[in-house]
């Protein structure tokens, strides 16, 4: 191929483009990527081609057994998605900023993610203080499941997000530390262990009849005999019934059944909740709020 000058491709390169070959390289496989994106193959073999001649570059290995990344198609794997979710994001913020500041027009909003049943005092405390701010913007709080905050904050579903360390990565955001917790396990009143004033991991970490639950990582349940979680709802019924338990920051706390018992793990490592937001928002609205937070 001619890799002598790949500028005039790269600056060119179309969002289309991108999605087909981010589905390629996710499915590694030219029939499902079809599928998903709800076009024919032919077309979608022709594309990556296409795209592949102007980067000047091969960006996917295909023989019998398959398709593979090669080295310039891993590079525009981790490229491509950043850009992709990036021109998302500002597409996403620039419409809920329609408007915002025009006479008569709406004012400023900001979709804040949490994890559902995490930080809630620390929320709660937060929501409160920052709408009696003069000039306050909206706050849709956005609740998600395990470690979606980060998904959501780079696409742009939203602006800003609660984070928690060392379950979310902070990489490419700005952040503020709130607080500092311990961890706890969330058991059945009726256990044994329920009665134990402290725990360690290695208590809770293979109780006969009483698995860990699962909870996805990026899309992802790792292996293990316990039940993949799905919500917060499905994760306390399970636990009331006796069927699984779970580590979970000490703020957890806060939505516990009464057929829940939650026991202190000694070696468990804390949780720092940070607020994070995008490394180059110049939201005034997002500043007021990280203010807001810091001084809590």
């Known amino acids: 191929?001619?890799?002598t000058d790949a500028t005039d491709a790269t600056a060119t390169l179309e969002t289309r483009e991108l999605r087909y070959f981010l589905a390629v390289a996710d499915e590694l496989h030219f029939g499902r990527a079809a599928e998903r994106l709800g076009i024919a193959q032919p077309p979608l073999s022709r594309a990556i081609q296409q795209l592949e001649r102007r980067l000047g570059a091969r960006l996917l290995d295909r023989n019998r057994r398959g398709v593979a990344l090669t080295g310039a198609g891993e590079v525009l794997l981790h490229e491509g998605r950043a850009a992709l979710d990036a021109t998302t994001a500002a597409v996403r913020r620039t419409r809920r900023a329609g408007g915002a500041g025009?006479?008569?027009?709406?004012?400023d909003r900001l979709v804040?993610?949490?994890?559902?049943?995490?930080?809630?005092?620390l929320l709660h405390k937060l929501l409160d203080a920052y709408a009696a701010e003069p000039g306050a913007a909206e706050i849709?709080?956005?609740?998600?499941?395990?470690?979606?905050?980060?998904?959501?904050?780079?696409?742009?579903?939203?602006?800003?997000?609660?984070?928690?360390?060392?379950?979310?990565?902070l990489a490419g955001f700005d952040s503020e530390e709130l607080m500092t917790e311990g961890q706890i396990a969330v058991l059945p009143a009726g256990h044994p262990l329920a009665a134990h004033r402290t725990l360690s991991l290695a208590d809770v970490g293979d109780v006969p009849g009483l698995p860990l639950a699962r909870w996805p990582r990026h899309g992802t349940y790792p292996p293990g005999?316990?039940?993949e979680i799905h919500d917060q709802t499905q994760l306390a019924q399970l636990i009331a019934l006796g069927r699984t338990m779970t580590v979970l920051p000490?703020?957890?706390?806060?939505?516990?059944?009464?057929?829940?018992?939650?026991?202190?793990?000694?070696?468990?490592?804390?949780?720092?909740?940070?607020?994070?937001w995008p490394a180059?928002?110049?939201?005034?609205?997002?500043?007021?709020?990280?203010?807001?937070?810091?001084?809590?």
Do not use: Y
């Open 280 to 296: 180059h928002s110049r939201s005034l609205a997002i500043a007021a709020l990280v203010r807001t937070a810091t001084r809590l």
């Open 225 to 227: 005999p316990g039940p």
């Open 250 to 276: 000490d703020s957890a706390r806060a939505w516990l059944w009464a057929e829940h018992a939650a026991v202190p793990l000694t070696d468990a490592p804390p949780v720092v909740t940070h607020i994070a």
């Open 112 to 121: 804040l993610a949490v994890k559902a049943g995490a930080s809630h005092e």
């Open 102 to 107: 025009d006479p008569g027009g709406p004012r």
């Open 140 to 169: 849709e709080v956005l609740p998600t499941g395990m470690c979606e905050q980060e998904g959501m904050l780079r696409d742009g579903r939203a602006d800003v997000a609660l984070m928690h360390a060392p379950f979310n990565s």
């Open 1 to 3: 191929m001619d890799t």
